[in-house]
């Protein structure tokens, strides 16, 4: 073991006795142990690192964060076209999933008793069945309306007493 080991100084008391014999640097100060300031750059060497480190972190993720914003603020026309686009197709493709009216109407022909007539069918702003239909009973046209599994999505709205019939009106219950 080295005398500078052996009596215990510090690991910046031995990097500058290693220093200074390297260089031949005499301390100022004769019967100083330690070279103070010796030991004091190599503490702020040390301790520059990770604090630039930090700093340096620091202002790459601030820039980072305007970066973002900004290309946030690029994309947000076309994030919202592109919800619009999505909630169109969506419309569409349920749209295009029910039956046709053709089909709908077909259906009832076949599920109408004979006393009932059809008065009305469209289809609503968002394109719900509506149907209007006149029957001397309208429990046996529930029933009849019940039984055909094309219709099954029909709902009773409400009914209107005529001169010899009642109006029976339903709609389309949404998907």
Known sequence: MSDAHASGDSLAGRLGAALRARLAVRPVVQGVARDWWIAGALAALLAAGPVATIIGANMLAGSARAEVEGLRGEAAPRVAADRALAKDRAGLVALLRRPSLGATVEAL?????????????????????????????PDKLRAALHREPALVRLRDAGQQRGELTMTVSLRELPQ
Do not use: F
């Open 109 to 137: 022909a076949r599920a109408l008793p004979p006393e009932a007539a059809l008065v009305r069918i469209e289809r609503n702003p968002a394109g719900l069945l509506e149907v209007d239909i006149t029957a001397p009973d």
